[in-house]
């Protein structure tokens, strides 16, 4: 039931969560082993997500070529007019989706920052519904 009151103190939270500072790295926990592709430098699990708009995109055409361990390259797009947080999602030349707006502000910030972000593929389900064929990992390189 969604009454005026729950959306209300919805809003209110996400608001609160959209101006709390970024999470140290430290305090995240280390990617688990076994869903990281091997990499010469260690990397923290920032978010895994499935790509938001992925039907709208290139997403169809590029879903043969995705596999786990796919690295995409995300790009921030802040003079989009709907979310000036907003994060596109590229397998090469090809735009796959947006990072969801849930979880898009701090990789947004991240990125106009110059912070380099790793963005993976860890599941491909071809047989899933569009918005939940493909879920990515963001992390940030540990130094």
């Known amino acids: ?13 996400l608001g609160f969560l959209a101006k709390a500072p970024l999470v140290p790295v430290a305090v995240l926990a280390p990617r688990p082993a076994q869903a990281a592709p091997p990499t010469s430098a260690r990397q923290v699990l920032m978010n895994d997500f499935a790509i ?14 995705l596999a786990a361990g796919t690295k995409l390259t995300l790009r921030a797009e802040p003079a989009n007019p709907y979310d000036s947080f907003a994060v596109e999602i590229f397998h ?4 796959l989706g947006y990072v969801p707006r849930f979880c898009n502000r ?4 991240l990125l106009q920052d110059a912070v380099p972000l790793a963005c993976v593929v860890e599941r491909v389900d071809s047989q899933a519904p569009p918005w939940e064929a493909v ?7 540990v130094i």
């Open 1 to 13: 039931m969604n009454s005026e009151i729950g959306i209300t103190s919805r809003r209110a939270f």
């Open 92 to 95: 090469g030349p090809a735009k």
């Open 135 to 141: 879920v990515v990992g963001v992390c940030l390189p």
């Open 106 to 109: 701090h990789i947004s910030r």
């Open 52 to 65: 938001a708009g992925f039907r709208y995109y290139d997403g169809a055409r590029e879903l043969p070529g």
